[in-house]
């Protein structure tokens, strides 16, 4: 019997990508983990963080549905541990012009990335405050600053996460409860291909690492910070976001995001994943 008594952390969207590179760093730093995603790979990800001597319990729900964020919750609580650390960082994206999406899609994106994580933050938030301690961290966007040509709804909803964070950031000062909101620009994962934006510039270029990305998170939510854009890159591109009229970054982000837009084959983009997803030997 593991009598061994650990810090708890919920990560979501932790089967790959920057919510498991997050995953990792708690288990480093000696948390117990619940992790969740909506397909199977969160079940191996799971074996993986075990092995680093922590308990990790995965739940594989679908965060864009009121009966999914239920699901996460039991699992919470069946693990009999108090959240000391919520990140909150599940997403999903959309590429194309919105009135050529699938509606179903569309709203899928504003379900998982608005809906199930406040429901989420609601419930967990609330037992952090009851308790005087707890760290929140949302993964925001820097995209959450510029009009979303042919990202529009993704855009949109960063937008809303970016402004939620530091609103609920202050209605919790001196409650013990911190928030931060880690922006972070194009990432390598497999957000672009599961959004279909691999025939896009911003889908085929380079991108950030993002267990460089998660490591800026993560260290920015243990010392309490309220927003962290990663990448000086993204700190330029952010910059710019407060300068530049609404309609030139509408235009800039057309020029990345529009379809037909790649640099690269598709081929080479998925080549390029599979090398990064590749174990390390």
Do not use: W
Not at 99 to 107: N, P, Q, R, S, V
């Amino acid at each position: 019997m593991n009598s061994v008594v650990r810090p708890l952390a919920v990560v979501t969207g932790a089967s790959t990508g920057i919510g498991l590179e997050l995953a990792r760093l708690c288990a480093e730093n000696n948390f117990d983990l619940v992790i969740a995603a909506d397909e199977p790979r969160i079940h191996e990800a799971a074996a993986e963080l075990r092995g680093r001597g922590i308990e990790c319990t995965p739940v594989e729900c679908d965060l864009a549905t009121r009966e999914g964020v239920a699901e996460l919750i039991d699992a919470i609580e069946r693990s009999g541990g108090e959240v000391e650390a919520l990140l909150a960082n599940a997403g999903r994206g959309l590429g194309g012009a919105f009135l050529d999406e699938d509606l179903e899609a569309a709203l899928r994106v504003a379900h998982t990335n608005i809906d199930g994580t406040i429901c989420l933050i609601h419930q967990v938030g609330n037992d952090m405050r009851a308790r005087a301690r707890g760290r929140i961290l949302i993964t925001g966007s820097i995209a959450g600053l510029m009009p979303g040509s042919y990202q529009a709804v993704y855009n949109g909803s960063k937008a809303f996460l970016d402004s939620f964070a530091v609103a609920l950031n202050a209605e919790l000062k001196d409650t013990g409860v911190t928030v931060t909101c880690l922006m972070p620009g194009a990432t390598e994962t497999d957000f672009f291909e599961r959004a279909g934006m691999l025939d896009t510039k911003v889908g085929t270029q380079e991108k950030a690492d993002a267990a460089d990305v998660a490591k800026v998170g993560f260290e920015a939510m243990m010392k309490g910070d309220l927003k962290v854009v990663a990448g000086l890159n993204n700190k330029l591109r952010a910059a710019m976001s407060h300068v530049l009229p609404d309609s030139t970054l509408a235009k800039m982000h057309a020029r990345e995001a529009a379809p037909g837009t790649a640099k690269h084959p598709v081929e080479e983009t998925k080549s390029r994943q599979e090398r990064k997803d590749r174990p390390a030997p």
